[in-house]
């Protein structure tokens, strides 16, 4: 292209200016032009141009020592006050582009042209010749310049305006309305920061934007601390920045590998290995101040430990794919004894005014304080959304619209997996310094009898108890909750959720532990700084969930997605002490986790089949009896979880990490059956992933 428009400048060579026969159109005139013919005027303006240009342009010693002969094309402008101004240069080596703008910044100003007596701008083309040529010597002088159009030095000149806006990227990310990706060990770096007594924030709806937390936590300043004194482009690129980085006054973007590359070894399997191989990429940016975008798209395949293998399997939906991996999606069988699941997961983020912020796209949400939520959780595989946090004074209100699928059997319609719906609200008020109250309600309805996207419950601040009995009381599925945080010290804040499902006061009072009270509970504290040793936090929490909560009496209008449940990861029926220790020094992290719990499943044996409460999916209508209903009923079994893992932060830019863990598991039921049998596993793994996503493998 650039040869082409050398080329193109070269053979427009008729004139300086068109030789007008009118008289009343002058061009520039330098001082020494003045007294001559107006005839004469561009004759003595093309000399002055080349003359200027042969005793002020230094040829680069570059050019000189590689024997280049060619030419540089300028586009310039003559401006209304006599000012030259360079639109465009082209040529083949830089250093003689950014001569050429240094020759032409030291023409002096003179006479603007005229155009029947009024000034006007000139702009011209020229092409000068390396080697250089004395104008006294040469013929073609006059020759080599020619008028052009406004409109076609501007467009020549466009996509170097574009360059020339790109600046020094200071990643823009830190202050926009993206979502800090959600890991907890992650947001605990932060967690202290929001915590403090007096600060306004709100801290159950998760994921966090940057805009909202870097009001507490200087990302820049943390990720500076982090950085390694390297010269080279790899050296940067592998310790410190994103792959490609990109930013200008008005948009920015970075583009990441994803790697999440494992081996480990399952004590309790019959297979060698297992493993994980994913690779895929990361966009992100903004455009302007107020949007913001994010997508990454996966592609995996990997063999876990035996017991999450079996658990994979038992979430399988309809169809030939043998497996759902948690948290992730559909799998399709690779090899023999392998999984192979893409994933994708991208949103658009704005924020139309400082209070409001809007999201749309296909990912996951969280609510609540502690590991686990009983409100709204993480653990099931991506779905579309589309959510709006909008705060003020002391509030932060939560609205969340979900898409899901119910993937069984069952209720497929012609092969196609059933589509639900799920709407939210959660009002997060900050009634003093240190206390903070949460109200929760959501529904969760399906497109029977065509019913489709209920436009009752896009009202943003409407009561769903009332629209489900205006729709009928089987219609959905209502759900309602509360969260209560209270921070003692700085160092040291207590959490709590309640979820209601379902109660019947009447019973409560009589003491016979009836069905129909369906509800659950956290409490937990979190211990920053812990012991005086900074960036060490540990936390306590326990969670209880009676039977048959989170299920409903028609198919698909339980709480959940995808096999999975949209709330805790055991369902409900179950009673779990956790433990947990995370440090982080420099680029080093450390965590500790330790899950107790005693859970009631179903027998499925063939004589007994009734619901126990811990499968959500089963109707709940399929009970053994209506009272003395209890916590572990069915199958008692203890479960004891426990997970190591230390590692080193490679890039803090893409969160790539290098990990070694050991988990520990041990799975212990008062009976045996075709599906619930003893287990105990040790599994060791080690690898390097770039880390956007909680992996939850505490079932």
Same mark, same amino acid.
């Given at each position: 292209?650039?040869?082409?428009?050398?080329?193109?400048?070269?053979?427009?060579?008729?004139?300086?200016?068109?030789?007008?026969?009118?008289?009343?159109?002058? #061009?520039?005139?330098?001082?020494?032009?003045?007294?001559?013919?107006?005839?004469?005027?561009?004759?003595?303006?093309?000399? /002055?141009?080349?003359?200027?240009?042969?005793?002020?342009?230094?040829?680069?010693?570059?050019?000189?020592?590689?024997?280049?002969?060619?030419?540089?094309?300028?586009?310039?402008?003559?401006?209304?006050?006599?000012?030259?101004?360079?639109?465009?240069?082209?040529?083949?080596?830089?250093?003689?582009?950014?001569?050429?703008?240094?020759?032409?910044?030291?023409?002096?100003?003179?006479?603007?042209?005229?155009?029947?007596?009024?000034?006007?701008?000139?702009?011209?083309?020229?092409?000068?010749?390396?080697?250089?040529?004395?104008? /006294?010597?040469?013929?073609?002088?006059?020759?080599?310049?020619?008028?052009?159009?406004?409109?076609?030095?501007?467009?020549?000149?466009?996509?170097?305006?574009?360059?020339?806006?790109?600046?020094?990227?200071?990643?823009?990310?830190?202050?926009?309305?993206?979502?800090? #990706?959600?890991?907890?060990?992650?947001?605990?770096?932060?967690?202290?920061?929001?915590?403090?007594?007096?600060?306004?924030?709100?801290?159950?709806?998760?994921?966090?934007?940057?805009?909202?937390?870097?009001?507490?936590?200087?990302?820049?300043?943390?990720?500076?601390?982090?950085?390694?004194?390297?010269?080279?482009?790899?050296?940067?690129?592998?310790?410190?920045?994103?792959?490609?980085?990109?930013?200008?006054?008005?948009?920015?973007?970075?583009?990441?590998?994803?790697?999440?590359?494992?081996?480990?070894?399952? %004590?309790?399997?019959?297979?060698?290995?297992?493993?994980?191989?994913?690779?895929?990429?990361?966009?992100?940016?903004?455009?302007?101040?107020?949007?913001?975008?994010?997508?990454?798209?996966?592609?995996?395949?990997?063999?876990?430990?035996?017991?999450?293998?079996?658990?994979?399997?038992?979430?399988?939906?309809?169809?030939?794919? #043998?497996?759902?991996?948690?948290?992730?999606?559909?799998?399709?069988?690779?090899?023999?004894?392998?999984?192979?699941?893409?994933?994708?997961?991208?949103?658009?983020?704005?924020?139309?005014?400082?209070?409001?912020?809007?999201?749309?796209?296909?990912?996951?949400?969280?609510?609540?304080?502690?590991?686990? /939520?009983?409100?709204?959780?993480?653990?099931?595989?991506?779905?579309?959304?589309?959510?709006?946090?909008?705060?003020?004074?002391?509030?932060?209100?939560?609205?969340?619209?979900?898409?899901?699928?119910?993937?069984?059997?069952?209720?497929?319609?012609?092969?196609?997996?059933?589509?639900?719906?799920?709407?939210?609200?959660?009002?997060?008020?900050?009634?003093?310094?240190?206390?903070?109250?949460?109200?929760?309600? /959501?529904?969760?309805?399906?497109?029977?009898?065509?019913?489709?996207?209920?436009?009752?419950?896009?009202?943003?601040?409407?009561?769903?108890?009332?629209?489900?009995?205006?729709?009928?009381?089987?219609?959905?599925?209502?759900?309602?909750?509360?969260?209560?945080?209270?921070?003692?010290?700085?160092?040291?804040?207590?959490?709590?959720?309640?979820?209601?499902?379902?109660?019947?006061?009447?019973?409560?009072?009589?003491?016979?532990?009836?069905?129909?009270?369906?509800?659950?509970?956290?409490?937990?504290?979190?211990?920053?700084?812990?012991?005086?040793?900074?960036?060490?936090?540990?936390?306590?929490?326990?969670?209880?969930?009676?039977?048959?909560?989170?299920?409903?009496?028609?198919?698909?209008?339980?709480?959940?997605?995808?096999?999975?449940?949209?709330?805790?990861?055991?369902?409900?029926?179950?009673?779990?002490?956790?433990?947990?220790?995370?440090?982080?020094?420099?680029?080093?992290?450390?965590?500790?986790?330790?899950?107790?719990?005693?859970?009631?499943?179903?027998?499925?044996?063939?004589?007994?089949?009734?619901?126990?409460?811990?499968?959500?999916?089963?109707?709940?209508?399929?009970? #053994?009896?209506?009272?003395?209903?209890?916590?572990?009923?069915?199958?008692? %079994?203890?479960?004891?979880?426990?997970?190591?893992?230390?590692?080193?932060?490679?890039?803090?830019?893409?969160?790539?990490?290098?990990? %070694?863990?050991?988990?520990?598991?041990?799975?212990?039921?008062?009976?045996?059956?075709?599906? %619930?049998?003893?287990?105990?596993?040790?599994?060791?793994?080690?690898?390097?992933?770039?880390?956007?996503?909680?992996?939850?493998?505490?079932?």
């Amino acid at each position: 292209m650039k040869q082409f428009i050398v080329l193109l400048l070269l053979l427009v060579q008729n004139n300086v200016f068109s030789q007008d026969t009118f008289q009343y159109e002058k #061009p520039p005139v330098f001082p020494n032009c003045e007294s001559v013919d107006i005839e004469a005027l561009q004759h003595c303006f093309d000399n /002055s141009v080349f003359t200027h240009i042969f005793y002020n342009f230094k040829v680069p010693q570059k050019t000189l020592d590689e024997n280049y002969k060619g030419n540089v094309a300028v586009l310039f402008e003559v401006d209304t006050t006599g000012t030259f101004k360079v639109i465009y240069v082209d040529a083949i080596y830089n250093e003689l582009k950014d001569e050429a703008k240094r020759v032409f910044a030291l023409f002096p100003k003179v006479k603007p042209a005229t155009y029947n007596g009024r000034t006007t701008y000139k702009q011209y083309s020229i092409a000068i010749k390396i080697p250089l040529v004395n104008p /006294s010597n040469s013929s073609k002088n006059v020759t080599e310049v020619d008028e052009i159009s406004k409109l076609e030095a501007a467009a020549k000149a466009e996509f170097d305006s574009v360059n020339k806006s790109i600046k020094a990227f200071e990643n823009k990310g830190y202050s926009s309305q993206l979502n800090i #990706p959600f890991t907890h060990s992650d947001y605990a770096k932060f967690d202290r920061n929001m915590n403090l007594i007096g600060t306004n924030s709100h801290t159950a709806s998760k994921p966090f934007v940057y805009d909202e937390v870097s009001n507490y936590y200087d990302f820049k300043a943390e990720n500076q601390k982090l950085q390694k004194e390297t010269n080279t482009w790899a050296g940067k690129k592998l310790w410190n920045e994103h792959l490609v980085q990109i930013q200008s006054k008005d948009y920015w973007f970075t583009i990441d590998p994803i790697l999440d590359l494992q081996v480990g070894k399952d %004590t309790d399997a019959d297979f060698s290995s297992t493993y994980n191989n994913t690779r895929g990429f990361l966009v992100q940016g903004g455009l302007g101040k107020k949007l913001n975008f994010y997508a990454s798209v996966f592609e995996s395949q990997g063999r876990f430990a035996q017991y999450v293998n079996q658990y994979a399997e038992s979430l399988k939906a309809f169809g030939p794919d #043998p497996a759902i991996i948690p948290g992730r999606g559909i799998a399709k069988r690779f090899k023999s004894d392998s999984y192979d699941y893409p994933v994708a997961e991208a949103y658009l983020s704005y924020a139309p005014a400082k209070f409001i912020n809007i999201q749309f796209g296909h990912g996951k949400n969280f609510i609540g304080d502690g590991y686990r /939520s009983l409100l709204l959780s993480d653990v099931a595989s991506p779905h579309p959304f589309l959510k709006l946090n909008t705060k003020f004074w002391k509030i932060k209100y939560t609205n969340t619209w979900l898409w899901l699928k119910d993937v069984r059997p069952e209720v497929t319609e012609d092969g196609a997996f059933l589509t639900k719906y799920l709407a939210s609200h959660y009002l997060s008020w900050n009634v003093s310094k240190r206390f903070n109250l949460g109200l929760f309600e /959501s529904v969760i309805w399906t497109n029977s009898n065509n019913r489709g996207f209920d436009v009752n419950y896009l009202n943003p601040i409407i009561f769903y108890r009332a629209i489900e009995f205006e729709t009928g009381q089987d219609a959905g599925n209502a759900i309602i909750g509360a969260s209560a945080k209270y921070k003692w010290n700085d160092n040291v804040n207590m959490y709590s959720q309640f979820v209601l499902d379902e109660f019947s006061l009447g019973d409560i009072k009589g003491g016979e532990r009836s069905w129909k009270n369906k509800y659950g509970y956290q409490i937990g504290v979190k211990y920053f700084n812990a012991f005086k040793v900074d960036n060490l936090m540990l936390q306590f929490e326990y969670n209880r969930i009676r039977p048959y909560t989170y299920s409903h009496n028609t198919i698909a209008t339980n709480y959940g997605h995808n096999n999975q449940s949209m709330a805790h990861l055991w369902g409900a029926n179950f009673s779990e002490t956790i433990l947990i220790g995370r440090y982080h020094y420099k680029r080093w992290f450390a965590d500790a986790k330790l899950i107790f719990g005693v859970r009631g499943l179903d027998f499925n044996d063939g004589t007994d089949n009734f619901s126990y409460g811990a499968d959500i999916f089963r109707n709940y209508n399929d009970r #053994p009896f209506d009272t003395g209903v209890e916590v572990g009923q069915g199958i008692k %079994t203890k479960t004891f979880n426990g997970n190591l893992q230390a590692g080193y932060i490679i890039n803090p830019a893409s969160n790539l990490k290098l990990f %070694t863990d050991i988990s520990f598991r041990n799975f212990d039921p008062e009976a045996i059956t075709s599906t %619930t049998f003893k287990s105990n596993t040790v599994w060791f793994n080690f690898g390097l992933r770039t880390d956007l996503f909680n992996w939850y493998f505490d079932n």
